[in-house]
């Protein structure tokens, strides 16, 4: 694992992963068995807009699929991979950081709608496969299952998407600003907002 982030997650005396007493929030994603790199790429993007900790993964086929040639898959323009740790484990439950609660999202009977969920502080966000599901072993190890309603499934990639800008919706956190947009965006955007209706 990599020390990234290491005042606000940290490593106890026995090797397991525990949240430093510094931490205001925390966030790790944890991927079963995921199957494509542009769906990995997404997500790590997607880790760095969001200030994700840390990514890990299961099973095979992501590594098998990215050998095959990065240059196609080369989703995460924005380098996040490069800070944040993406890490394959032989099990994502031993992972779950002390304190944190495990959050399976997926289209679960039972689950919980997310508009209608609260966010803990330290979270361990499970998804499932693009062509399955979570195990169930996971799903009994859970706090809370949640889904997005949504009318059919979206892709993994998306679902990580719109968990994590609810999170940032509804988070007392949550920066703004010019400030903000001006060191986010591309290279390329210059546009800006013309304040035309204080001239009528």
Same mark, same amino acid.
């Given at each position: 694992?990599?020390?990234?982030?290491?005042?606000?997650?940290?490593?106890?005396?026995?090797?397991?992963?525990? @949240?430093?007493?510094?931490?205001?929030?925390?966030? @790790?994603?944890?991927?079963?068995?995921?199957?494509?790199?542009?769906?990995?790429?997404?997500?790590?993007?997607?880790?760095?807009?969001?200030?994700?900790?840390?990514?890990?993964?299961?099973?095979?086929?992501?590594?098998?699929?990215?050998?095959?040639?990065?240059? +196609?898959?080369?989703?995460? /323009?924005?380098?996040?991979?490069?800070?944040?740790?993406?890490?394959? $484990?032989?099990?994502?439950?031993?992972?779950?950081?002390?304190?944190?609660?495990?959050?399976?999202?997926?289209?679960?009977?039972?689950? /919980?709608?997310?508009?209608?969920? $609260?966010?803990?502080?330290?979270?361990?966000? @499970?998804?499932?496969?693009?062509?399955? /599901? @979570?195990? +169930?072993?996971?799903?009994?190890?859970?706090?809370?299952?949640?889904?997005?309603?949504?009318?059919?499934?979206?892709?993994?990639?998306?679902?990580?998407?719109?968990?994590?800008?609810?999170?940032?919706?509804?988070?007392?956190?949550?920066?703004?600003?010019?400030?903000?947009?001006?060191?986010?965006?591309?290279?390329?955007?210059?546009?800006?907002?013309?304040?035309?209706?204080?001239?009528?």
């Amino acid at each position: 694992m990599s020390d990234i982030g290491a005042t606000e997650i940290g490593i106890d005396t026995l090797g397991s992963t525990s @949240i430093g007493s510094n931490a205001v929030s925390s966030v @790790i994603i944890g991927l079963v068995n995921p199957k494509t790199p542009v769906n990995v790429g997404g997500i790590m993007r997607a880790a760095g807009c969001y200030r994700v900790d840390s990514v890990c993964y299961t099973g095979r086929r992501y590594e098998l699929a990215a050998k095959s040639g990065d240059a +196609q898959y080369d989703v995460d /323009t924005k380098d996040a991979a490069k800070t944040i740790p993406l890490t394959g $484990v032989e099990s994502l439950l031993d992972q779950v950081p002390v304190g944190a609660k495990i959050i399976c999202v997926d289209l679960v009977v039972g689950a /919980t709608p997310l508009p209608h969920f $609260v966010h803990p502080e330290h979270a361990f966000y @499970i998804f499932g496969p693009e062509d399955g /599901t @979570i195990p +169930q072993v996971l799903i009994d190890a859970a706090h809370e299952v949640v889904y997005v309603p949504t009318v059919g499934c979206m892709n993994l990639a998306a679902s990580v998407n719109v968990l994590l800008y609810d999170r940032l919706a509804k988070s007392a956190q949550m920066l703004a600003g010019d400030e903000l947009i001006k060191q986010s965006r591309d290279n390329n955007n210059r546009t800006k907002v013309k304040h035309w209706r204080n001239k009528e």
